[in-house]
């Protein structure tokens, strides 16, 4: 059995795929499985993928129902104790899971890992700026606390132990965009998270992806089903407003005051610095017009700094 099972999900990814998996092949740590579930697409994915003829690499093809349901899958089918998730646009650093691996090593006691994010565009590379400050090689965090700017875990720079998800569950079918952070914060309650103080992933920018495209509320996750444990756990509580506050200023930019009254409401203010809280009152014009000077510069756009 392999140490860890790498799963990626792929749909219509024919142009980033090969980068991908070849980004996995060349590891310096070479004992894992690599299983691909193809969820459904109708390009050349599957062409691209069986390309590449290595053992380890283990495909799975199934009828299209989204991301999250082919990450169960894939999940499922692994062999290993250890999961490493990747999307199939983003690309490691040869040594990731090396990296990753020693940290087990290191640290059996933990369940969650994951390491340094770097946004990939055509003409830069933009290190993830964290809301926590870390000198040493590892460290333990509050998931809540440290992802007050950007989330510690990304949905390709984390490793996680199998056996955690008979506590947590899996991904959230019915969710179509945010599923990542919906299965982030179940972790979050039950886990600390390891950190690796390395840049060892890549997040590669198209502006064609589902995180840059799907702004349909309706698809977006509520936080509604943590009602309960925010009210005893203060550090959810501020992380689900901050995310609140994102949601409530695309509501007010696409015109849904529905939405933006159901975010509002369960909306904490002293969880908001002052520039949040002034701009939760602005007019929907100067929103729209901060959103589209953010635009100019390229980069993927994040409502909670807007």
Excluded at 63 to 83: L, W
Excluded at 150 to 166: D, G, N, P, R, W
Excluded at 264 to 271: I, K
């Amino acid at each position: 059995m392999a140490f860890f099972s790498v799963v990626i999900s792929v749909y219509n990814k024919e142009a980033y795929i090969k980068n991908t998996l070849q980004s996995v092949l060349k590891q310096t740590y070479k004992d894992f499985e690599i299983i691909v579930v193809n969820d459904g697409s109708t390009d050349h994915s599957v062409t691209v993928i069986e390309s590449l003829k290595d053992k380890r690499i283990k495909l799975l093809t199934i009828k299209n129902q989204g991301a999250s349901n082919a990450r169960n899958v894939g999940i499922k089918a692994a062999t290993s104790d250890y999961i490493a998730l990747l999307d199939g646009d983003d690309t490691w650093e040869n040594s990731y899971l090396q990296f990753m691996y020693d940290a087990i090593r290191e640290f059996p006691e933990m369940k969650v890992f994951t390491a340094g994010l770097a946004q990939k565009y055509d003409n830069k590379i933009i290190p993830v700026d964290y809301s926590f400050k870390q000198v040493t090689l590892y460290d333990k965090h509050n998931y809540f606390n440290a992802s007050q700017k950007f989330s510690i875990i990304h949905s390709s720079s984390i490793v996680f132990h199998k056996a955690i998800l008979e506590k947590t569950g899996f991904f959230d079918t019915s969710i179509i965009s945010g599923q990542d952070t919906d299965l982030w914060i179940r972790f979050g309650l039950y886990y600390d998270i390891l950190f690796v103080n390395k840049q060892l992933a890549h997040y590669n920018y198209y502006p064609s992806s589902l995180s840059n495209t799907t702004f349909e509320l309706s698809k977006k996750a509520k936080f509604d089903k943590y009602l309960v444990e925010e009210k005893q756990n203060k550090d959810l509580k501020a992380f689900l407003d901050r995310n609140r506050y994102s949601m409530a200023i695309l509501s007010k930019v696409q015109n849904d005051q529905p939405h933006f009254l159901y975010f509002t409401s369960h909306l904490d203010s002293e969880n908001l610095n002052f520039r949040q809280n002034l701009l939760l009152k602005s007019p929907k014009w100067l929103l729209r017009l901060l959103v589209k000077l953010k635009s100019l510069k390229g980069e993927k756009l994040y409502y909670p700094n807007t």
